[in-house]
Every structure is written in structure tokens, then in C-alpha cells.
């Protein structure tokens, strides 16, 4: 069975500062996705970034970036440049290649402070 | 380009009665999941349907069932509703099976009193 990790409950960032948040998993999968998801006050789960497992480069997306450690099960996200938008939860993610359904992280709460 | 639409927002039901909620997933998109969230267990998934069949169950009792409609639509039903049943339903669609990341709703709030 997969399972997902998110060990701290909260972070806290300065806005207009770096944040990074940790993700381990546990998988005896070779094709697996891993994602991050943001849920903020209104409920709805937004995609932040998707790795593919047989990518070795790191996923991008603007301030968003990920440090995926193939070896070592880890995933982190990297947030630059914190925005007061950027407060939300956040749920690391894993599905299968085979298997679609996603299996969820804890979730970490991330404030920003102005 | 309309997102997944969840109705209702928010629901209370009785212990006992049962209770169906929609999800219209984003024009296109032929895969439909359901999970569960809770602050005790977190996100828990629920069943997912593709083309109108059931390509995947989670752990949850008999009691919760789905169904996709020919236009990819999805309900889920939940019946002799619990206490333990109180929480928020997602539903998310994706264009095709599971790699792509899906696109969730804003979810439905069930209480159970």
C-alpha cells in the first residue's frame, strides 16, 4: 500500500520569503505521479505542480517549484517570493500509474505573515 | 471554461435518512472521483467512475454508492446516514484516467444531526 507523509501540521512564512514544505511517501511503484494541492478557505483543491516519477528534472511552475528525491521517497515543495494568497493548506498527493485514485498527505497549514 | 460543480454547498440530514450529492465534472472530462474529508481521517477516496463504470472502490461501507450518467455526470448516495458520515464531499474529473491530476469542486458540506 502507498502512503504519504506530511509530518509538520503548520508553517509559518514571512511574505516575500521562501518557504519549503516536506513530503515523504512510500511506494514499491516504478510509474507514479506526485502532486501538490492547495486548499484555501473556499474548499476547492487546486493543483499547485505534478511531478512524473520517471522525470529525473524537477517540476516548475512559476514560484512554485519541487525537490523530488527519487532514492529517497521525498517531494518537497518550494514556495519563493510568499504571497498573502499563498495561505492555504496544503496536501501532497500520489497516484499510480495503474492505479489513479489519489492518496493525501495530512496536510500542512501554511500563514503568511505581512 | 466552467470547473467541476458540486450541489448543494451545504446539506443537514437527519441520522437515518440518506442523501445523494451531484457533481458535473468540466465539459470533456470523462473521469469522476469522489473522496472524503474529515479532520480526523483527512482525505479518503471514495470510488471513481470512467465512462460510466466503476473503475475503482475505496474502503467505506455499502452504504455509499455513485453512479456516472452517460454525459459524465456523477451522483453519490449515501444511505442510513451516520454521525460519522459528517463531512466535506469532493468530486473531482479529469480528462482521461488518473495521470493528468484532476480538477476538484468546491465540495459538498454534509452534516449529519
Known amino acids: 500500500a502507498q502512503t504519504v507523509t506530511q509530518s509538520q501540521p503548520e508553517m509559518s512564512v514571512q511574505e516575500a520569503e521562501t518557504v519549503t514544505l516536506s513530503c515523504t511517501y512510500d511506494t514499491s511503484e516504478s510509474d507514479y505521479y506526485l502532486f501538490w494541492y492547495k486548499q484555501p478557505p473556499s474548499r476547492q483543491m487546486i493543483l499547485v505542480i505534478r511531478?512524473?516519477?520517471?522525470?529525473?528534472q524537477n517540476a516548475t511552475e512559476n514560484r512554485f517549484s519541487v525537490n523530488f528525491q527519487k532514492a529517497a521517497k521525498s517531494f518537497s515543495l518550494k514556495i519563493s517570493d510568499s504571497q498573502l494568497g499563498d495561505a492555504a493548506m496544503y496536501f501532497c498527493?500520489?497516484?499510480?500509474?495503474?492505479?489513479?485514485?489519489?492518496?493525501f498527505g495530512k496536510g500542512i497549514t501554511l500563514s503568511v505573515r505581512p | 471554461k466552467a470547473g467541476v460543480t458540486q450541489t448543494p454547498r451545504y446539506l443537514i440530514k437527519t441520522r437515518g435518512q440518506q442523501v445523494t450529492l451531484s457533481c458535473s465534472p468540466i465539459?470533456?472530462?470523462?473521469?469522476v472521483s469522489w473522496y472524503q474529508q474529515t479532520p480526523g481521517q483527512g482525505l479518503q477516496f471514495l470510488f471513481e467512475?470512467?465512462?460510466?463504470?466503476?473503475?475503482n472502490k475505496g474502503n467505506f461501507p455499502g452504504r455509499f454508492s455513485g453512479r456516472q450518467f452517460s454525459n459524465s455526470r456523477s451522483e453519490m448516495n449515501v444511505s442510513t446516514l451516520e454521525l460519522g458520515d459528517s463531512a466535506l464531499y469532493l468530486c473531482?474529473?479529469?480528462?482521461?484516467?488518473?495521470?493528468?491530476?484532476?480538477?476538484f469542486g468546491s465540495g459538498t458540506r454534509l452534516t449529519v444531526v
Open positions: 467512475y470512467f465512462s460510466e463504470t466503476q473503475r
Open positions: 498527493a500520489f497516484s499510480t500509474g495503474a492505479n489513479s485514485k489519489l492518496t
Open positions: 473531482a474529473s479529469s480528462l482521461g484516467i488518473g495521470a493528468h491530476g484532476y480538477t
Open positions: 465539459s470533456g472530462h470523462r473521469s
Open positions: 511531478q512524473e516519477a520517471y522525470k529525473q
